[in-house]
């Protein structure tokens, strides 16, 4: 029994008319039903033909071709893989003749089976070689029931009945024929992400995506056109699955579909949530920008197309949402098949560049299609090159015949670019105007009746306007000066008096000396070859002038007449120099001098010639010649160049026989124009209202030179303009304020690290300069309506107030930078009070100035640098406080400090007077008494390397503190019982002078550190006085020990001569005291009043500004030479060879002794200081710095050691005051003159073995009682130098 179910079979039959013409209109009932009944016997099919003519041809006689679709049902879908048997074994071609038409059946071929696919719906595929036409392809829906066999055909739902099209041959055209898409599509699996999926080695990630492509293939096969479905990652946040899908160009639909198929080929223990699927598209949308070019000001239009439908489109700039605004305008157009948005940007500005993307969306409950597009955009200014300054004189037939021609310029050529002229004076001259490509021209006819006498100086303006076609326009005003030679009457006034008078005045120009070019600047030249000298000027002036050569450093002085020629844009006047006599010679200055016709002149700069013999001679080009090493510094200008010359010089050096290029520090054209209007705006009547405009100017022009302004010269001219320019009072709008920080926050970027660096090697502080003149810009600034407005650039801000008559608060701003830091600045009502009413008060933080300002050794600027200027006249202290953030928590030590521009020669540096710090958390509180830029500076964390020496210092001084005490006690104790001759009374007198200085210098040193270490501000007072004191006694110590050595030398080398304790206590005081004093003093004087006389950062002598150290250093390295050279002298004594040869044992002795006498003279004569030497080197060890500060920290216990309590007299003097004994009774009345130190005072067994080491024993032994104490002085010579 028949199967109920019907099947579809569509057959394409290709008729082709064999010898007669065929009607269009003839019935194939006939033919079809003998087809079908001939073919399948008993079956009985129901056909209904569709008559579509496909092609047709047209013979003559014409004969018609038919393509023909029918369709089969079958009741019994048994019976479809028969038929399709049948009908490829049919025998071909068949002819028959229905109504007397003969007619051929060519070919049959079943195109599209429909299987039934539910309610109202089959699913129909097409056979091999066919393909679904691409009108319907974005219709095709896959149907449920999928294979994963991936060489079985996709079915897609059609309704019923269905009505075709029918599948066709296979074309280029067809469906999924064309070049595959790429979608990044990614779905979540509600499972734990393991660590193992991040690491695509491991067996979980190969088995997720095997697993995963596996579905994904099986899902998306019957995706138009697909290719293939690739995992490419996994993230966390549950486990997302990334994987791209090639495939041709699908629809929402078709996607959705294919996601709902996915599950049903993965294992559900991957838990796979069907409701985020997301596809993203990125390269199926047409993303236009009109206009091209894109100005300031023009009108932007933004559109993006897709061909599908979404209702909901988004438009991001620089990742954020647009909205609809005055600003944006947004369009959506939806058609059947495609999808358009158009964002508009009216009158965009610069802040407007960027990126823009624009994402159409399509969601469901099992998808999420984004298409997305991203473009950037560029907007620029419309920068317009005029000329901006033209002299002409009226009166003159020259300037009549020849008119100036006016320009205006942009940097790139507009179709749609217009131009138009304006004319704003009370001289009313006008021109005629031409536009030629970039450009828009404006020629002056000059007309001398209307430009009378009486407004002779007059200024025109001149307004170039150019517009692009879209909204963007920018104007630029050139200025005319209009002149007349002739009578001028100059009247004065005092109050209501006048008097006039007439006076015929020829202005007579003449060239500014910076706008003279020499060439060379500085150059070799060779005896009696020449060498050619060159001056121009500008060839825009109108005077004919007297121009000579002066050759100054000869005997007579040389002048040379010369003519002029015109050269490029420049007169240029040259002359051929040649050096005659150059015996004794090396150097010569010449320059040009310039004299107008009523004799007035003005010199040029100085061309320097090098004399060089021919030998010498390594390099010679076109440049000019010079010895190997050499350099040779040449002018910014090009041979016959349109565009004149800039300021600033090349400097060639001479290297392996060229000339090479080694540095470059010329402006460049539109910087050099800057700088010659900022010179003529300082000196104009009209500065205060020329300079906003001035200001924009230069602003946009530096904007422009960005990348020029990495040039260490160009960025010199721009601090030097901002420093003349902030000098002239100026309205405070915001624009003009906007401007010039501006101005400044371009040449303080990141890009100029490089050219701030050469400055600053260069020992040109311009850092100080800029930060200056932005002090003087916010201290001129005149309120307007009251208010100081508010202002922010990148780096900078500028907040401000006006001081009213009834001020009843305080003055608090809070600035935040872009990295999160902040400042708060605080000024109490008291202190403003103060204020004159309409005084202003302007406070100015920067973010990356500070960074720029030269840096105290170690320590950084850690916060933000804000300055705060009063306009008021202000002579008492003014009270402000501020709290800064820390930028780097590491850094310890806080200091408040301000930039004070009179330091380092008025170079400036950082300074703490009058400021305190107190540090909270993350905050450092800065209180100070007076106005000016503010920071904090913070110092890294002290090594543990650097807190061992700190521990050594303390340890060591307070050891050599007690020792030091302990010293001055004990000679005071045994003072009457060690002091009966002259020698040992002068030892005793220096230790003890010795010990108290270095006990007063070691007091004042460990108070001094102390502070220091606290944080605790230091008076600068105090401070001064510390300094002085540490100075004066270590220069003590340092002389007292000379004074030791001397009568040490003296003793050992004048044996037999003798002088008076009076004449050696008074020659060792005055040593000892004065020398050290008068050093002491000439120091302070000299270095005070430039106050440099200490360091910033301790209470020490200066080093880095004023050399102050020197007055330490050098004292003291000359007596250590002197003391080495006392040592020297007494080991030779020592080492000095007896009658005889010495047995073995004697050398060890002496080698012994050798060694006992450096180990005690070293320290007790200050030898260690001369660890400091090796400290003071670059680079040097640690080892170094550790023994320096050993060895000295404890120089009160070798004094204590070797000075007293190795002396075996102190030691006897002390056991007879402890025992009340009598005073050594065994001792022999007859002793030895022995010649060794006064400073040992060993005991006599060593004394008679250096007795021995000197040689000749006996020879100057004298034989005496004890002396008595009226005696000794008379017999010294008969005592031991040891007592």
Known sequence: MPSPITAGLHCLFLLVTACCQTSQDSNFDPFIQYVIDSALGEESFQSEMQRQKRNML??????????????????????????????????????????????????????????????????????????????????????????????????????????????????????????????????????DFGNDLSNSSSELYKKYKADLEKAFNAGYR????????????????????????????????????????????????????????????????????????IFEGDTVRLICEINSTSENVTWYHKD??????????????????????????????????????????????????????????EVSQLRITPNLTINVICNSPEMQTNSPLLSCCIDRHLPSLTGDWKVNGEINITGVSRFSENCTEYKLNINESLCPP???????????????????????????????????????????????????????????????????????????????????ISANTMEDYNVTFVVTNVVPQKEFQVGKKKNG????????????????????????????????KVNSNSITLRLISDKEVSCSDNLGIGAEGSKLEKPCYQENSTDGFTRGSKIYKCSDKSWTLERNDCLSASI?????????LVTSPQAKENLPNYLEELKNKTEQELSTINSSANLDTIVTILTMVSSIPVEAEESTIKNFLYTVDFIVADSTAAAWEDLNEEGINKSSSLLHSVENFSLNLQPVNNTIPPVSAESLQLQGIVVTANNNTGYNKNFCSAENLTVNVLIGETEIQILDPNSTIVSVMYSKLGHILPRNGSEYVNGLLVTTTVSSNRSQKFDINMTFAKKDLSLKMPQCVFWNFTLNKHTGGWDTHGCTATEKGDYVICSCNHLTSFSILMSPDKSSQVISEDYITYIGLSISILSLVACIVIESLVWKYVTNNTTSYMRHVCILNIATSLLIADIWFIVIASINDQNQQKSRGVCFVATFFIHLFYLCVFFWMLSLGLILFYRLV??????????????????????????????????????????????????????????????????????????????????????????????????????????????????????????????????????????????????????????????????????????????????????????????????????????????????????????????????????
């Open 569 to 600: 844009s420049l007169f240029c006047y040259m002359y051929n120099y040649t050096e005659t006599e150059c015996s004794n010679k090396s150097e010569l200055k010449a320059h040009c001098k310039f004299i107008n016709r009523i004799g007035d």
């Open 1054 to 1283: 004048f044996i037999l001569h003798n002088t008076s304790k009076t004449t050696q206590k008074a020659v060792a005081f005055c040593l000892g005291y004065g020398c050290p004093f008068v050093i002491a003093v000439i120091t302070i004087a000299v270095t005070l009043p430039r106050n440099n006389y200490t360091r910033k950062d301790v209470c020490w002598l200066n080093w880095k500004d004023s050399k102050a150290l020197l007055a330490f250093v050098i004292p003291a390295l000359i007596i250590v030479a002197m003391n080495l050279f006392i040592t020297a002298v007494v080991i030779i004594k020592i080492l000095r060879p007896t009658i005889g040869d010495r047995s073995n044992r004697q050398e060890k002795n002496s080698l012994f002794q050798i060694g006992k006498s450096v180990a005690i003279l070293t320290p007790l004569l200050g030898l260690t200081w001369g660890f400091g030497l090796a400290t003071i080197i670059k680079n040097n060890h640690r080892a170094f710095h550790i023994l320096f500060v050993l060895l000295n920290a404890l120089q009160g216990l070798f004094i204590l050691v070797f000075g007293t309590l190795w002396d075996k007299k102190i030691q006897e003097a002390l056991l007879k005051r402890n025992s009340m004994s009598k005073w050594s009774s065994q001792q022999t009345k007859s002793t030895s003159l022995i010649l060794v130190t006064p400073m040992l005072a060993m005991s006599y067994p060593f004394s008679r073995t250096f007795n021995n080491l000197c040689g000749k024993t006996g020879k100057y032994s004298v034989s005496s009682s004890e002396p008595s104490s009226s005696s000794s002085e008379n017999t010294s010579k008969s005592y031991s130098l040891l007592n």
């Open 454 to 536: 009486e407004k002779s100086g007059t200024v025109t303006t001149y307004t170039c306007e150019l517009q692009t076609g879209h909204g963007a326009r920018r104007s630029q005003n050139i200025k005319v000066t209009y002149l007349r030679t002739g009578t001028y009457i100059c009247t004065f006034s005092q109050k209501y008096l006048e008097s006039s008078a007439n006076v015929t005045i020829k202005v007579i120009s003449l060239p500014l000396e910076q706008n003279i070019l020499i060439d060379p600047i500085e150059a070799s030249i060779q005896c009696k070859v020449q060498q050619a000298l060159k001056c121009c």
């Open 222 to 293: 019957c995706l138009p056109g697909f290719v293939s479905a690739t995992v490419t990652g996994f993230r966390s946040g549950s486990v997302f699955v990334n994987y791209e899908v090639k495939a041709g160009a699908a629809s929402f639909d078709q996607i959705a579909n294919s996601n709902k198929i996915v599950p049903q080929f993965l294992d559900a223990s991957y838990q796979l949530n069907q409701a985020t699927f997301t596809t993203e598209i990125t390269n199926q949308t047409n993303f236009t920008v009109s206009p091209v070019d």
């Open 320 to 377: 954020q949402i647009i909205s609809t605004s005055f600003q944006y305008l947004m369009e959506r157009n939806i058609s059947r098949r495609t999808s358009r948005a158009i964002l508009k940007i009216v009158n965009i500005t610069m802040e407007d560049s960027g990126s823009y993307t624009c994402n159409f969306t399509n969601s469901n409950q099992f998808h999420t299609l984004i298409y997305k597009a991203t473009k950037t955009i």
């Open 58 to 191: 047209i013979f003559d006689p014409p004969p018609l071709e038919y393509t023909v679709d029918i369709e089969v049902s079958l009741t019994d879908s048994s019976f479809l893989e028969a038929i399709k048997e049948y009908f490829r074994n049919l025998t071909l071609p068949v002819s028959t003749n229905i109504s007397n038409v003969e007619m051929t059946v060519s070919n049959i071929n079943i195109t599209t089976v429909c299987l039934p696919g539910g309610e109202n719906n089959s699913c129909c595929s097409c056979e091999n070689g066919y393909a679904w036409p691409s009108a319907v392809c974005s219709d095709l829906i896959t149907c449920p029931s999928v294979s994963l066999e991936p060489d079985l055909t996709c079915g897609y739902m059609k309704k019923m009945p269905f009505y075709g099209p029918y599948c066709a041959p296979q074309t280029e055209d067809s469906c999924g024929m064309g070049e595959p898409i790429v979608m990044n599509m990614s779905v979540r699996l509600d499972t």
């Open 672 to 680: 050099n124009n800057l700088l010659i209007s900022a010179e003529s």
